[in-house]
């Protein structure tokens, strides 16, 4: 592939073939990233539109392992929003997170601490990232 993208007839081919090429092809082709609770029902249900796209997305389950406070900063540019836009409400305030009263910084730390209250699921590309509520919406990153 070149500094202009493809071959020609590339996307031809591998639509013609998509049966028959090697799956690792398949998977390596997006590296995606999805934030995943897997007793969520959108985050099951955007994980399986993934799956069902061809795409094999680097799974990590958010509540086990919260991404880091530079992690979250990267994801929260990426969406092009406020660390305010993904608190989940109910789970901040059974937390006792005070959304309004921390600093950006603070909340991304109380996150971080508390991964429960992050909305779900994100799927992150590069440096495009998406919540799928609803799940098609991550479709725009692809």
Known sequence: MGQNG??????????AHADTLP???MET????????NPRCSKSRETLALLENKG????VIEYLKTPPSQTELARILKALGCPAKDIV???EAADAKVDVEALTEAGLIAAM???????????VVNGEK????RPPE????IL
Do not use: D, N, Q
Not at 8 to 14: A, I, K
Not at 129 to 132: D, L
């Open 129 to 132: 990232a998406a919540i799928g």
């Open 29 to 36: 082709a997006v590296a995606l990233t999805i934030y995943h």
């Open 137 to 140: 919406r991550v479709l725009g």
């Open 23 to 25: 799956a690792l092809m």
């Open 88 to 90: 989940r409400k109910k």
């Open 6 to 15: 493809p071959p020609p007839g590339f996307y031809l081919y591998c639509a």
């Open 112 to 122: 971080v601490s508390h991964p429960e209250i992050i909305e779900r699921p994100i």
């Open 55 to 58: 795409v094999v997305p680097r």
